[in-house]
């Protein structure tokens, strides 16, 4: 009986904590699926945060670059609305993920991550824009 009862709130407290971390960091992995639902929406901002040198490869339609790793990244994010949702990407998601949590703690109401960036989104088949 001990055995149960245990067991019964185990699964309660990793319930209930799983639910704060989701809503308490703000940020939301999404799929390329997901993504492209969201970019239908009209105040959403898309963000590549690779250099420009990868942007310069081919980038997703509407995309806006800001470098996470440029030294003017937390200047140039303040140019953006905080109360509009953000969908970010890179090449693969790491960086992203380490500028969700950035942009999180800068203010933004609500970020989104491509869950394998737009490495993922070309696996996909979906479009990707190259400069002239």
Not at 86 to 109: D, H, N, P, Q, W
Request: hydrophobic content about 40%.
């Amino acid at each position: 009986m001990k055995k149960w009862v245990f067991l019964f709130l185990m699964s309660i407290l990793l319930a209930v904590s799983g639910c704060i971390n989701e809503n308490y960091d703000g940020i939301e992995e999404i799929s390329t699926e997901e993504m492209q639902t969201l970019l239908e929406m009209d105040d959403v901002q898309l963000l590549d945060v690779r250099t420009p040198e990868e942007f310069d490869e081919g980038f997703i339609a509407g995309a806006q670059n800001i470098d996470f790793e440029s030294e003017t990244f937390n200047e140039d994010i303040q140019k953006l609305d905080k109360t509009k949702p953000v969908i970010l990407y890179c090449r693969t998601g790491g960086r992203s993920a380490r500028c969700a949590k950035k942009m999180i703690e800068a203010g933004f109401v609500k970020v989104y991550d491509l869950d394998g960036g737009i490495s993922a989104w070309e696996h996909e088949g979906l479009k990707v824009i190259l400069p002239e």
